[in-house]
């Protein structure tokens, strides 16, 4: 058995974590550290794991996350994994940062959308975590940045068409809608009930961070630079999200071709579903699972492609994605761990 | 006292109507059909009603709804308003037609969205009662068609935008999410409570009929063929819409024009609210009002436009616009009944 | 015109007070205090209100208010208000305070429910604001204590039947279900939206202090002990209150006589409204407004009674019958300021 | 591997056992019946399982099923399944039948609550599938009656009390609070989203069924006739059901008592969690899980005990119940097929 460490285990994205890797069959839930609730029982801070989980909360010490794990999980917030992570590829544990630390290739670019890197040497060797894209170079990483929610949707539909040069890459932007679990569980007026339930609302209209984290890789893959526009809503439910995507086919594209350039593209990979014609993703059809629906429409009137990405924010969005990558770097079967249905309600 | 009746007063918008125009201090409640609630007591159908409004739900006969009302809302499912509006016309009762079937001034175009029309010779007279734009016209109307929700909140914000030029008219993209009060109180799968709660999906992708009406005002206003990009979503939440709006400004075209222009279309309109910079509306803000709020940001990277509209899609999108047109019609103040402020939460 | 001012303004009870004596034909806001908001415009802290609303948040200075104000509500954590209180009434400022300080005539089973009492000397002229209930005492009252919202809920159908000797006073118990919105405006995980979303719970479970107020109020008007089981619970909604009492009804007292005799105790009273037989209360068509609506089912199987009430916790539990009681005070119509009609949904 | 059928499979309960049985190890889904959906694939129905349930709905032919199918699960409206049952019977397949029909063991109180009973024959074999408590007789049963929502959420907390005479059995009250996944998936206004949004309310008040069904099974563990009084209600969330039950302890019967006999009672029994003194449970933690939460508290004041108990009404009160008699039956691990832990959030 893999023995597995969670750094940043009671935050939502860590929970969820902690809630696949328990049900997960080849590996060991082994060290689960909280800044908050060190000391604490895992399931005093979670009563929903009480029976599944019998571990406590302990401090983040490297050494001792090291002695106990060969992998590590970081749920931290972004500036602190890049202080972490040096010292666990010195010993030799995978790590698979959820943060933003890794995500960029470029420290510049990582430096202009968040701030100085402090470990700049490994940003070539890690490996963006988008598991259907970059398959083959999480396979060998020892070291993966987890995507972003919002990237994941939005990437997952696009890098497909950016690559086969079918998008006018000038015309994209990006609509998404998220449920509240993606602000996390930090307590603030934005995630308090009364101020959320019964609203929609956008946010940091189009000065979101994952904005820098969409365009660095879509430029990446379409080998020229792409700006797109994002513009991020808060939705009243817990989990989901979905976005929506403007783009202008290029000239002579057809509908057929956008659907066959993605039902090609991730043919082998079973967390993706691409709709039916006049099938359109929910995210009640993704939530608690991994899958990323793809829907696709053609609004012929205006020629403009609209491209509907379904996943549930904390799985595919985060943890799921996260686990994913891990079984990837195992060797073992993707789907481990990650095969529980979506709930039909 | 005006007297006044609703046809079609226990669907949602006519029950909004009916709550409106109850407390209306200038007019009189005289006389509520339903077809589905005929000889109920309207108070049985909404108990929340009970001690405010003692009228009982009648057949819709229009002799005698002419008899009893000066003037008469008709929240009534589009087709049937064709049939009944000559009648009423004729006996000198005005009418809010809060369907479809009098928002068009070309039957064709209408026939393209709907079906045949069957008084095409009262389209040229009816007028569009999108309030603030159409004031002049509405105050002399006999004949109101309500603009749609949807309609309403992205016409507010376009509209003095297009006819100051200065917007490309090509790249107009309009992605709403809507409340699910906007389905209407007929039962359907899509407004049951576990397949809407927890879930966000879009409909009617670029296919929605209020598209058509959106793009023949738009044409209307600027003087030339206008289409858009339109997609609905649908978000489990009561009331409220919020309409995100892409369009590229004019060559040279700053913020500040942008800002310039609404703020003066609007100075005299107190539904209207422009957002202060760096402000977004929240439906939340606007909930059980006839407020508009508008809010502006230009992507500099990309110099795209958006726009940013929250209204309650059944008080501004539907019987809180309808009321204003009457206030309009009957030369009293324009906010008379529609005064009381959104709730805070 | 009446100056009325609000300490703790920003809060949501503050602020539901704005909202509805903003639109009061019958007084004027003169002031309102915020200690976190201090120096903000009241829009800014709630854009809602953008419009309506036109005065800016100020430190709470007693003298201050007294300048300004003939009448001042207090929307403050207990504890605070008795330090103030006897400031304001030497000033001749007519009091409605809506915290727990004023609530109780003893100050021993005060401070066995809070902390020690520091202005005992008042508690004998306050009069308790249960509007229906104490009418005559609160209309030549200066100082009021306002009830919680449990208390109000459990009360109005309870003490009617108390009074009438028609219930078995060992028998009480009170079940409620209460929206989030009753915890307020600080922030804390029990507010947070994922840990209240799609959730149920009890809390303070027979240990919740409005159960002591209960009880002395009951105490009170059956002139004898009484103590009942209280067990509140959170509800996934904002607005809201839910009551469901158990009682076992003295020997020979049929349903009838628990009809007949809280028909006759409220016939003169607006804001009360008996449900037909067989009909049941739902939160939902109070919402918004100061109405109380109570049900009557007796379980013949067991001949155990069974009253539910419903009420929108911020208005007729707290900012709605504050204003109530200021009208009664003021010697104006009742429902001055409180005519708007529930939401139909 | 056993096959297994699911009657009714397009329900919400049949859709729930659908996506548990679909990632179960030791059984095969072999038939799914569904009169409305017939013909249909059953991911057309259910987006969210495609990708993992290959199977089309079909008509529902007692001796297709029987082919096909070693165990079935009948997930119908009452009525229906003793018609069937009989037959399935005959042919030595197995009926977890999740109707009423097979809950009563006397077809006269079968009768006084729901109609005459056509397969009276049957009655005194079914076993009432309580897990936990009737385990033995499920091991060798052949029909279960797998038992309502509330009762389940009641009686695991109850029976071990009433059969350790721990309670004053006139004075047991049970208050429920269900969300609206308990309503099934048929249009209702009651399960309409803008009528239960934002809205509790009580039903069936002291007429639901499911009394006679708690009743029933009391007064059997009581060797007594048992009434209790029970309320239940409506809840803005999809999934989840809270019971809180009042009683008065017998005399003598302290806390520790009753918490030292539900600890014993249920320590070998996995689902069953006991929250340590001071917790109560919340349906967020049972959520998506075959786990039963079961708080304890005494009101000191009253002498009279709280009991509150958490479960998933589709889970533990439905499809995981059934499946985990089914485990029972087949004499695999009791676990099997349930072990996913319920959701964080």
Do not use: W
């Not at 010292?87 to 290739?105: E, G, M, P, Y």
Request: hydrophobic letters at 45%; one cysteine or more; charged letters at 20%.
């Amino acid at each position: 058995m893999t023995r597995v460490g969670i750094a940043g285990a009671t935050g939502y994205a860590g929970a969820e974590l902690v809630r696949i890797l328990s049900g997960h069959p080849r590996v060991e839930l082994s060290i689960l550290t909280s800044r908050q609730f060190a000391g604490l029982k895992f399931d005093d801070v979670y009563p929903a794991m009480a029976g599944r989980v019998n571990l406590t909360c302990e401090e983040l010490v490297v050494e001792q996350v090291c002695d106990k794990a060969d992998i590590v999980f970081l749920a931290l917030p972004h500036q602190l994994p890049m202080t972490l992570v040096p010292k666990f590829i010195k010993r030799n544990v995978r790590v698979v940062d959820l943060s933003a630390d890794f995500r960029f290739n470029d420290a510049a670019v990582y430096a202009s959308a968040y701030q100085a890197h402090t470990a700049e040497d490994l940003l070539e060797s890690a490996v963006y975590g988008l598991s259907e894209i970059y398959f083959e170079a999480i396979r060998s990483a020892s070291l993966i940045g987890n995507p972003g929610c919002y990237p994941t949707s939005a990437l997952l539909p696009l890098i497909p068409l950016v690559k086969a040069g079918l998008l006018d890459l000038d015309t994209l932007i990006v609509d998404s809608k998220s449920g509240v679990s993606g602000a996390g569980r930090s307590l603030s007026l934005t995630s308090h009930f009364c101020e959320v339930n019964e609203s929609v609302k956008a946010y940091k209209v189009a000065s979101h961070r994952h904005n820098a984290e969409m365009d660095a890789i879509l430029s990446r893959e379409a080998k020229q630079a792409v700006q797109l526009t994002f513009v991020p809503h808060l939705i009243p439910m817990s989990r989901g999200m979905l976005t929506t995507i403007y783009a202008t086919p290029g000239r002579g594209v057809e509908a057929e071709d956008i659907r066959h350039c993605l039902t090609v593209a991730y043919s082998d990979h079973p967390f993706i579903r691409i709709c039916a014609q006049g099938r359109v993703p929910d995210t009640l059809h993704v939530k608690g699972s991994n899958y990323c629906d793809i829907g696709i429409e053609l609004d012929k009137r205006t020629h403009r492609l609209i491209l509907i990405c379904a996943i549930d924010n904390l799985v595919k969005g985060a943890a799921g994605q996260a686990v994913q990558n891990m079984n990837i770097m195992l060797g073992i079967e993707e789907t481990a761990g990650l095969i529980p249905m979506p709930y039909p309600l």
